[in-house]
């Protein structure tokens, strides 16, 4: 059975840095691409940030030059590094990872959240 496990948010003052991790165990053929969402509330889902398998990176518009993702493929983890963080960032981050079974070509599994809340 897969799963993704998240760590690494809290609170900050605007300004301010935090790391995300999210690990992926259990067994599968491949583990495809892998990324960051969030959810503030009252509002939907949105990406933040994918990186493929092979390093390919796409950010939303908000984030570009502020968040970097990265991925170590040996530990199967994904990485969103937050710069400059300001209060609009404040939202539940969300882990996605793409992968493959025997049985299913492309399976999506989601993380189960962690709260980043930034202070003005």
């Known amino acids: 059975q897969v799963q993704l496990v998240e760590s690494g948010g809290g609170l900050v003052q605007a300004g301010g840095s935090l790391r995300l991790s999210c690990a992926a165990s259990?067994?599968?053929?491949?583990?495809?691409?892998m990324g960051w969402y969030r959810q503030a509330p009252g509002l939907e889902r949105e990406l933040v940030a994918v990186?493929?398998?092979?390093?390919?990176?796409n950010y939303a518009d908000s984030v570009k030059g502020r968040f970097t993702i990265s991925r170590d493929n040996a530990k199967k983890t994904v990485y969103l590094q937050m710069s400059s963080l300001k209060p609009e960032d404040t939202a539940v981050y969300y882990c996605?990872?793409?992968?493959?079974?025997?049985?299913?070509?492309?399976?999506?599994?989601w993380g189960q959240g962690t709260q980043v809340t930034v202070s003005s």
């Open positions: 996605n990872a793409k992968y493959r079974l025997v049985s299913c070509n492309e399976c999506a599994l």
């Open positions: 259990g067994i599968m053929l491949r583990l495809n691409d």
């Open positions: 990186i493929s398998n092979g390093g390919i990176t």
